[in-house]
């Protein structure tokens, strides 16, 4: 049972767009959420999260929208770089459970 | 040097062999998990420990084992490796369960590839 969905395995984007990453989640035991980005041959690196009582974070060009509601969050990059061609993971945690469980991820291409 | 070392980065095996897959941790953190990716999958969890007299079984524990010598040190062992455990392996630890504030800090990853 997939708690944590992200239901595009992939997408390209021109360089300088908006990239929009999605991820789907049922367990509304959740009320952490984090983004993930892996480049080949390395680990997953932390980029930014969100706790349920808000519904916006920004960090630089990155935003996570929280739809609690829809249980559905979102990456919005802008504008979209060749760096920022990676495997993203969403991952979900609850605070009472002291883990997480992550999406099947999303590979980003920036197209120059 | 990093602050998760996974060791080795690579490793081929033979079925049936028993494997040792190492992990340490410069970050000071209690907590320490190991996760496998496998294409179209994402990231599953293992194992999980919160101090070294303190560890859980992850969703797919069967077949695997793990050690937590020291509170930098967190070891997975495959018993009898089987070739449905070649995956991508990595160790993470964190300050809290969740990641906050901060997220998860993974090691580079193992690549296993059991023959």
């Known amino acids: 049972d997939q708690q944590v969905k992200q239901n595009s395995p992939s997408l390209s984007v021109q360089e300088g767009r908006i990239s929009i990453l999605n991820c789907d989640y049922t367990?509304?035991?959740?009320?952490?959420f984090l983004w993930y980005k892996k480049y080949p041959a390395e680990g997953p690196t932390f980029l930014i999260s969100?706790?349920?009582?808000?519904d916006k974070n920004e960090d630089g060009r990155f935003t996570v929208f929280l739809n609690k509601s829809a249980k559905h969050l979102s990456l919005h990059i802008v504008p979209s770089q060749p760096g920022d061609s990676a495997v993203y993971f969403c991952?979900?945690?609850?605070?009472?459970?002291?883990?997480?469980?992550f999406g099947t991820g999303t590979r980003l291409t920036i197209i120059p | 040097d990093a602050d998760v070392t996974q060791t080795p980065r690579n490793r081929i095996t033979k079925t049936g062999k028993r494997i040792m897959l190492e992990c340490s941790q410069t970050?000071?953190?209690?907590?320490m998990y190991w996760y496998r990716q496998d294409p179209g999958l994402g990231l599953r969890l293992i194992y999980y420990?919160?101090?070294?007299?303190?560890?859980n079984k992850g969703e797919i524990s069967d077949g695997y084992s793990v050690s937590r010598q020291a509170q930098a040190k967190f070891s997975l062992s495959l018993e009898s490796a089987i070739p449905n455990q070649t995956a991508l392996y990595f160790c993470?630890?964190?300050?809290?369960?969740?990641?906050?504030?901060?997220?998860?800090?993974f090691g580079s990853g193992t690549r296993l590839t059991v023959v």
């Open positions: 970050k000071g953190h209690d907590r």
């Open positions: 420990s919160f101090d070294v007299k303190d560890i």
């Open positions: 993470a630890t964190s300050e809290s369960g969740t990641g906050a504030p901060g997220g998860y800090t």
């Open positions: 367990n509304s035991m959740f009320d952490y």
């Open positions: 991952a979900a945690g609850d605070f009472g459970n002291e883990k997480l469980t």
């Open positions: 969100i706790s349920s009582i808000k």
